[in-house]
């Protein structure tokens, strides 16, 4: 069985400071996971995955995750938050049979 | 390059009604997931279809069905439509060789009175 859990429903930063949005798995599986971002009326757009190679994960817009199998967890970081980072994360496990669960999401809030 | 899309983009329907929703996946791919999303939560998966067949379903009922065509497109079909099937219906595509990684369409909101 798998599910994941986003630790906070929601987020509220400062521009320029940095960004946690934390995530555990379980799975029963060696799980690939994914950070998804969803902007207002826009669909989801991949961030970054972890399919078992390096534990760091780089993505794009400058995000990163760290997969961390000893405390199952999947965060995701970023060094400064930008205005434009204001959005919806969901955290994503798929492994065995290939089925894919969301997380229920993150709430970003960017203050200028 | 194309990426998934989706029509239509909104739709309004009456209770017990049927929809189709249609899917179109990003050039190269040849499996296609459906999600719900209900408003304020992460999406649900429904189900995927590889090969004309589908693979792999998630807790819905059989009211949810759904068909691939050979050029990879697909159809999600709802009957009975309850107010509760109100959501967003993401398509996702991917290639067989990498299942996991998904591209999603920007969506049908699906609104039942």
């Known amino acids: 069985a798998q599910s994941v859990t986003q630790l906070d429903s929601h987020v509220s930063v400062s521009e320029g400071t940095p960004v946690l949005l934390r995530c555990n798995y379980s799975?029963?599986?060696?799980?690939?996971l994914f950070w998804y971002v969803q902007h207002p009326n826009k669909g989801l757009q991949l961030l970054l995955k972890?399919?078992?190679?390096?534990?760091l994960v780089k993505g794009i817009n400058g995000f990163e995750a760290e997969f961390k199998k000893s405390e199952t967890s999947f965060h995701l970081t970023k060094p400064s938050a930008h205005m434009s980072d204001a959005a919806e994360y969901f955290c994503v496990v798929s492994g065995g049979g290939f089925k894919t669960i969301f997380g229920a999401g993150t709430r970003l809030f960017v203050k200028a | 390059d194309a990426g998934v899309t989706q029509s239509p983009t909104h739709l309004i329907k009456t209770r017990g009604q049927q929809v189709t929703l249609r899917c179109s996946p990003k050039?190269?791919?040849?499996?296609v997931s459906w999600y719900q999303q209900a408003l304020g939560q992460g999406p649900q998966f429904i189900f995927q279809y590889y090969e004309e067949e589908e693979r792999q379903r998630g807790n819905f009922p059989d009211r949810f069905s759904g068909h691939q065509f050979p050029n990879y497109s697909s159809e999600l079909n709802v009957n009975a439509l309850l107010l509760g099937d109100s959501a967003l219906y993401l398509c996702a595509s991917s290639s067989a060789l990498r299942k996991e990684t998904q591209y999603f369409g920007p969506g049908t909101r699906l609104l039942v009175l």
């Open positions: 972890y399919t078992s190679a390096a534990t």
């Open positions: 799975s029963s599986y060696s799980p690939s």
């Open positions: 050039s190269g791919h040849d499996t």
